[in-house]
């Protein structure tokens, strides 16, 4: 992942809520160059919020990993 890739990561994990930047945050600084994180990226905050805080598992299965890496933090 270039320099400009890493940016655009961490400027989509800019959130409204706080809750979520904070788990984001701390995500990106162990993981760095996480590109599977794109695509739960794209759901608004409030949804993304519900699967990182474990109160639905309603997303693809194949996230299973990085939504578990999430969960750890």
């Known amino acids: 992942m270039n320099r400009v890739e890493k ?11 706080l809750e979520l930047d904070l788990v984001l945050e701390k995500y990106l600084d162990k993981y760095p160059e ?12 409030n949804e993304l919020w519900d699967i990182v805080a474990g109160r639905t598992d309603d997303y693809d299965p194949r996230l299973s990993a990085i ?7």
Do not use: H, T, Y
């Not at 940016?7 to 809520?17: D, N, S, T, V, Y």
């Not at 996480?34 to 905050?45: G, I, N, S, V, Y």
């Open 7 to 17: 940016q655009k990561l961490k400027w989509k994990c800019r959130r409204g809520l």
């Open 34 to 45: 996480d590109a599977e994180l794109l695509p739960l990226l794209e759901l608004p905050d």
């Open 67 to 73: 939504v578990a890496r999430l969960r750890a933090i």
